[in-house]
C-alpha cells in the first residue's frame, strides 16, 4: 500500500508563486518518474511536469520558465515550485509516483495524491 499525500496549495494573486509537496509512504522499495498533473476547470487533466529517478526533467510548454519540479528521493517527495502565477493556472493539481513496493517488486505501479486545489486571482 502506499500513499501520496500533498501540500502547498491555496489561493494566491496574479503574479505570486506558491510551491507544492508531494510526499510518498508506505511499503515502498523504489521510485521511478515522480510528476505533477492538473485540471483546470472544464478543461482534461494534463501533464504540467514531470521528473525522473535520474532527476531528468520535462515541462508542459505553458508552464515552462515559470514553474521548476524537484525530488529528494532520501524524503520520496516531489515539489513544484510555481512562479509568476495567472488565472489560467487555477486548477487542481495531482501528484504522482511509479512505485515498486516490497510486496510486488515487478512492475512499477502508478500512484496518485488526492488533490489540492491551486487558485490564482487577478
Known amino acids: 500500500q502506499v500513499q501520496l499525500v500533498e501540500s502547498g496549495g491555496g489561493l494566491v494573486q496574479a503574479g505570486g508563486s506558491l510551491r507544492l509537496s508531494c510526499a510518498a509512504s508506505g511499503n515502498i522499495f523504489s521510485i521511478s518518474d515522480m510528476g505533477w498533473y492538473r485540471q483546470g476547470p472544464g478543461k482534461p487533466r494534463e501533464l504540467v511536469a514531470s521528473i525522473t529517478s535520474g532527476r531528468t526533467t520535462n515541462y508542459a510548454d505553458s508552464v515552462k520558465g515559470r514553474f521548476t519540479i524537484s525530488r529528494d528521493s532520501a524524503k520520496n517527495t516531489v515539489y513544484l515550485q510555481m512562479n509568476s502565477l495567472t488565472p489560467v493556472d487555477t486548477a487542481v493539481y495531482f501528484c504522482?509516483?511509479?512505485?515498486?513496493?516490497?510486496?510486488?517488486?515487478?512492475?512499477?505501479?502508478?500512484?496518485w495524491g488526492q488533490g489540492t486545489q491551486v487558485t490564482v486571482s487577478s
Open positions: 504522482n509516483a511509479f512505485v515498486l513496493t516490497g510486496a510486488t517488486a515487478y512492475r512499477y505501479r502508478e500512484y
